[in-house]
């Protein structure tokens, strides 16, 4: 059994996993296309209170977002929203509001998984039978989604263990449960091995 998807990553981790920029990411949390939140501790908002995981707007705190990368580090949230609310709350106390640092921006692991399947990012959403168009398995795909392992979950215990995992990403993405033999599955992995210079460990 595998670890349960990640709660969170920061934007920094979104940034390397999609290939863009911080600026990208934080126009996209602009337009509502994600959710940036932040964790912070109590504050007083009028007469209500706020604390805990919260999201907030991007253009609030833009100079930290420079595509540049000569903003501060960190600014003053003066209004945040709880998840679970719809309105927005301005903070009275403290007077500056909260300071956040952009290495504490995050997104949360759903909407991470969400952002890439409506956008079609490693191929996650099934296209056809698992087939590229001349009609072989979609070995580039694989590459990407084994690309996309790596970076997010690391390495496999053992290379017949990531076998399995590809037959399985195979079969998931075919219409009628396909996937391809081991052997040919071992033959394009081991170049990405010994690149690695796993080869012992993973046999």
């Not at 990368?69 to 600014?75: C, D, L, N, R, V």
């Not at 003053?76 to 290495?103: F, K, M, N």
């Not at 995050?106 to 952002?115: K, N, R, T, W």
């Not at 956008?119 to 001349?134: K, P, V």
Request: aromatic share 8%.
């Amino acid at each position: 059994m595998g670890l349960p998807q990640r709660v969170f990553y920061t934007i920094h981790e979104a940034a390397a996993r999609w290939g863009c920029m911080v600026s990208d990411i934080a126009g996209w949390a602009n337009t509502g296309n994600l959710r940036l939140v932040t964790g912070i501790p109590p504050v007083e908002c009028g007469e209500t209170r706020a604390g805990g995981l919260v999201q907030f707007q991007p253009v609030d705190i833009l100079p930290i977002f420079r595509r540049c990368g000569t903003g501060p580090q960190s600014a003053h949230l003066q209004r945040v929203r709880p998840l679970d609310e719809t309105d927005w709350l301005y903070i009275s106390a403290p007077a500056d509001g909260v300071l956040v640092s952009i290495g504490d921006v995050l997104i949360l692991g759903q909407d991470v998984q969400s952002f890439e399947d409506a956008h079609n990012l490693f191929g996650r959403i099934a296209e056809g039978a698992g087939l590229s168009e001349d009609g072989d398995y979609d070995w580039a795909a694989m590459h990407v989604e084994i690309t996309r392992r790596v970076f997010e979950d690391g390495l496999p215990a053992s290379q017949n263990e990531w076998i399995r995992e590809l037959q399985d990403w195979f079969a998931a993405r075919s219409d009628n449960g396909n996937f391809p033999d081991e052997r040919s599955i071992r033959r394009r992995l081991k170049p990405i091995l010994e690149a690695l210079q796993f080869k012992r460990r993973m046999r």
